[in-house]
């Protein structure tokens, strides 16, 4: 920074979330750098095509800064002081993170995929230039779920995470808490821009999945790999399901659970059954939330807008106003604590309690031999409805030959589960597995 305390800002990246920090600088400079007679120079924004009469007429309203597609410039300007990376994608936003850090400029980003693919690599660049990484909006969007493990928690010995971290499977799922069916839920989020063309990363997981590596790194110290997140999506969940957890008192949502138990840490993305009277159970539509529960403060609450230009602008400003009055007073960043490979319990080993939607044979004998089955993987079953299954005909008949059974278990692990649901694969009872769920709490 210069004598005169001007601090020199350049942008990777100036799409939806971009071009609204930028637009937002202005007000920066006068509401809050203004007071510490801190002045912002918006250096350069990197972009893949340089149209700025075509930026100016979509409203991105990029003014002072030089539009440029040459990233070189950017590290080798001394004047930039804070790199904002807001590209996207792992590629090549994590090398020009890394060569921003290492040109000894401090680094903000909203990146999940890069943080969660090369956040310990990229800690370790920091601390040795003495330089800030943040990066608050890469998980919860707007509200301060990375914030409060860096700083306000860090007294406590954190146990477990749970969270709603997807906004687009949160919606869906409340869309089908209310009666839409997976298909009808997932075009209505198209059309509201909460689901992407190709909604993959969403629906499978793997966004939620980044994002609880990340958050393990900070609760825990944990390096998890991505391949030993124990994860599913939402595809499979289907009005039958979502029907019968509302009628035991549930309702499903996609929930990221971050353990610590015994030495071992666990990391888990799966449509889980949540009660409908709970804090998580009534996080609806596209709002994130997340649950800690800390050995001295006890359990903690969040809730806000997880996505969106605003809320995420919120946590990129806060990220870049706490950088700049770092830098105004000389105050170095905290070092990060290095996470580790720490031992990682197994899939099967992960317990709760469950649910359990069965097709099965309309026919006597049939439950005495589920039952028997579940006996001999020691699970115990806590409750069992039996449910007709509906024709779709304009008058809704039960069909005769086949019949819905609704269980619900006692704490189990994934390991008997898993075993009992071998021995249905082979059963003559079982015609199919619609959905075995865990259920939280
Ligand atoms: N959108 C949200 O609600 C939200 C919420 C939380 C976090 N985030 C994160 O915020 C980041 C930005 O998201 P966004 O929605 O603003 O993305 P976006 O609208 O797709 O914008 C990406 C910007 O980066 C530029 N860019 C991409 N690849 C580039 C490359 N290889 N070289 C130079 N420039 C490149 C693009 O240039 P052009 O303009 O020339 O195409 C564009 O300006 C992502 O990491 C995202 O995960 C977003």
């Known amino acids: 920074m210069s004598q ?18 930028i637009s937002e600088l202005a007000r920066l400079q006068i509401d809050l750098i203004g007071l510490s007679g801190t002045s912002i120079d918006l250096r350069y924004v990197l972009v893949r095509s340089v149209d700025r009469e075509a930026r100016e007429a979509q409203g991105f309203g990029i003014s002072g800064g030089q539009i440029t597609t040459d990233v070189e410039e950017i590290f080798s300007d001394e004047q930039t002081h804070i790199v904002v990376e807001l590209m996207g994608g792992e590629d090549p936003a994590g ?10 400029k401090h680094v903000i980003t909203a990146n999940k995929a890069v943080m969660a693919a090369s956040g310990a690599n990229l800690f370790e660049i920091a601390n040795r230039n003495n330089r800030h990484l ?13 914030s ?8 406590n010995d954190i146990s477990s995470i749970e969270a709603i971290i997807n906004g687009t499977t949160n919606f869906i799922l409340s869309k089908m808490s209310v009666g839409d069916d997976y298909e009808s839920a997932l075009a209505e989020a198209g059309r ?7 909604p993959s990363a969403d629906v499978d997981g793997h966004d939620a999945v980044a994002k609880s590596i990340i958050l393990a790194m900070l609760a825990f110290g944990a390096l998890i790999p991505k391949d030993k997140v124990v994860s599913q999506g939402i595809r499979s969940i289907v009005s039958a399901d979502m029907q019968a957890a509302l009628e035991l008192g549930y309702t499903i949502k996609l929930l990221a659970r971050i353990q610590s138990t015994e030495g071992q840490v666990s990391a888990s993305v799966l449509p889980t059954l949540v009660g409908t009277t709970t804090q998580l159970g009534n996080v609806g539509g596209v709002t994130n939330a997340a649950e800690y529960k800390g050995d001295l403060v006890g359990t903690l609450f969040y809730e806000g807008p997880g996505a969106g230009r605003e809320a995420t ?13 770092d830098e105004t007073v000389g105050r170095k960043p905290l070092p990060f604590v290095l996470p580790k490979s720490l031992p990682i319990r197994t899939p099967a080993d992960l317990s ?25 993987a020691g699970i115990s079953i806590a409750s069992v409805v039996q449910k007709d299954i509906l024709t779709n005909s304009e008058i809704l008949e039960p069909l005769p030959e086949s019949a819905q059974l609704i269980l619900t278990t006692h704490v189990s692990s994934r390991g008997q589960i898993e075993q009992a649901t071998n021995e249905f694969n082979g059963s003559e ?5 619609g959905s075995v769920l865990p259920i939280s709490g």
Request: net charge negative.
């Open 4 to 21: 005169d305390h001007t601090v020199g800002i350049s942008f990777l990246g100036a799409g939806n979330i971009g071009s609204t920090v």
């Open 192 to 198: 509201l821009g909460y689901a992407e063309p190709d």
């Open 352 to 376: 709760s309690r469950f649910f359990m939607r069965l097709i099965v044979a309309n026919t006597p004998g049939v439950l005495a031999e589920i039952s028997k089955i579940l006996a001999v």
């Open 95 to 104: 090398e020009y993170i890394s060569r921003s850090l290492e040109a000894g």
């Open 148 to 155: 409060s493990l860096r700083r306000d928690l860090v007294a």
């Open 313 to 325: 602008t919120s946590a990129v400003l806060a990220d870049l106003i706490e950088v700049i009055r």
């Open 134 to 146: 943040q990066f608050e909006a890469s998980v919860g969007g707007g509200i301060p779920i990375i």
């Open 429 to 433: 009872a079982v015609l199919q597995i």
